[in-house]
């Protein structure tokens, strides 16, 4: 995917990347959107600017996503991307959705979601277990309408951890071929997770984006 992100940049190899900050403190969101955006883009993470990051008051990860990303746009300047993604599970009426990366409480890790989520399911069979990732990418421009879009994944919620890569549910989302997003290699992740196929959408108009010449 990085390639295919690459190829929409000017043939001038002089040429230098664009800035494009991204509005997460989350270590791991950071870690798979620079592998997607670089080299393309010169990827900095909100920490090296003074800014204050936006309140997640949506009810929607859309909402969430415009939020983040234009809070960021506007303290910078530059151009923002911000993700806001969850787990959607279909016994659970879509929890814990939204509010995914605090489902424990608003202190709690991924570890405590993660526990959360199998006490919750801990009385659902194999065959109702269903579940999706949802991410959503929100891409902030000064000057420009903020571009939005989304990508999902289908799989159920596993009966155990398994796999050390990834985070946040990863370990508990399993595909239909039986492995978990923790278990994929992150080159295989970065092209079925649901940040990656939000992450191919949006390919689809950066190549206007690079044309306008943002700093």
Same mark, same amino acid.
Request: with cysteine; aromatic share 4%.
């Given at each position: 995917m990085t390639n295919q992100i690459a190829t929409t940049? $000017?043939?001038d190899h002089e040429s230098q990347p664009a800035t494009i900050v991204l509005?997460? %403190?989350? *270590?791991?969101?950071?870690?798979?959107?620079?592998?997607?955006?670089?080299?393309?883009?010169?990827?900095?993470?909100?920490? +090296?600017?003074?800014?204050? %990051? *936006?309140?997640?008051?949506?009810?929607?990860?859309?909402?969430? %996503?415009?939020?983040?990303? +234009?809070?960021?746009?506007?303290?910078?300047?530059?151009? #923002?991307l911000a993700d806001d993604s969850g787990l959607e599970v279909d016994a659970l009426n879509? +929890?814990?959705?939204v509010y995914s990366a605090r489902y424990a409480g608003p202190d709690a890790n991924d570890a405590a979601n993660r526990q959360k989520l199998l006490?919750? /399911?801990?009385?659902?069979?194999?065959?109702?277990? $269903? #579940?999706?990732f949802v991410g959503v990418l929100a891409l902030a421009i000064p000057g420009r309408d903020t571009i939005i879009v989304r990508g999902e994944c289908e799989g159920t919620v596993g009966f155990e951890e398994r796999g050390t890569n990834g985070f946040g549910y990863d370990s508990l989302f399993?595909?239909?071929?039986?492995?978990? /997003? %923790?278990?994929?290699?992150?080159?295989?992740?970065?092209?079925? $997770?649901?940040?990656?196929?939000?992450?191919?959408?949006?390919?689809?108009?950066?190549?206007?984006?690079?044309a306008a010449e943002v700093p």
């Open positions: 940049r $000017s043939n509005a997460t %403190a989350n *270590a791991g969101k950071i870690a798979e959107l620079r592998h997607l955006l670089e080299p393309a883009w010169r990827v900095r993470g909100m920490n +090296e600017f003074n800014v204050v %990051a *936006a309140e997640e008051t949506g009810t929607t990860f859309e909402e969430n %996503a415009i939020l983040k990303a +234009e809070a960021i746009r506007n303290q910078t300047g530059l151009v #923002c879509g +929890e814990p959705g006490q919750a /399911m801990n009385d659902k069979g194999a065959d109702n277990r $269903s #579940c999706r399993v595909f239909h071929d039986g492995r978990t /997003m %923790a278990e994929l290699e992150p080159a295989e992740k970065d092209q079925v $997770s649901h940040r990656a196929r939000a992450m191919q959408q949006l390919l689809r108009v950066l190549p206007d984006v690079l």
